[in-house]
């Protein structure tokens, strides 16, 4: 059998290279753990990194519990103090122990101060509702057929339509 040799004729990953600077970096901001700087999006949930960024962790005098420092904007920060506890557990999680005792949320433009010049990914805007397939369309003009007024028609016509719509794809609620 032949010895495999390297492919990679003397070249490195640049995740490899970048390793020892993030470090460098992050444990400059007193994050521990630069995983939960990278991979922010998988830590916090889709919809929480949407909106915040961590900034920093701070350690008391006592060393008991650090504090997390979030940057979000001001119309998003209600939403995510509502979520603080359940952020804290899953930030935890990364740490392996209670490392986080506090979130701090700080509030700022999205392209602010020097620790605000991250521009928060938007979701992208929906185009509107998927029209109804032509068989629940003639599905819903049939049962309205009897309806005499040519306004009300169409629009229950629209409604069943989507009605039908929903049921067969299983998102009714």
Do not use: C
Request: net charge positive; glycine share 8%; aromatic share 4%.
């Amino acid at each position: 059998m032949a010895m495999r040799r390297a492919s990679t004729k003397g070249f490195k990953r640049t995740a490899s290279l970048l390793t020892g600077r993030i470090r460098q970096a992050s444990e400059s901001r007193g994050f521990a753990q630069s995983r939960l700087l990278t991979d922010w999006a998988e830590v916090a949930g889709a919809d929480v990194a949407a909106i915040a960024r961590p900034v920093e962790v701070s350690y008391g005098r006592g060393g008991m519990g650090a504090t997390l420092t979030l940057l979000t904007t001001g119309a998003q920060a209600p939403m995510l103090e509502m979520q603080k506890d359940q952020l804290r557990e899953r930030v935890n999680a990364v740490y392996g122990y209670n490392a986080i005792a506090r979130i701090r949320i700080t509030q700022t433009a999205a392209t602010g101060f020097a620790d605000g010049q991250v521009a928060f990914e938007h979701r992208p805007k929906n185009a509107g509702p998927a029209q109804p397939a032509p068989e629940m369309t003639q599905a819903a003009a049939d049962v309205v057929a009897p309806v005499e007024d040519e306004t009300l028609r169409a629009a229950l016509e629209r409604l069943g339509a989507h009605i039908l719509t929903k049921e067969k794809q299983g998102t009714r609620t």
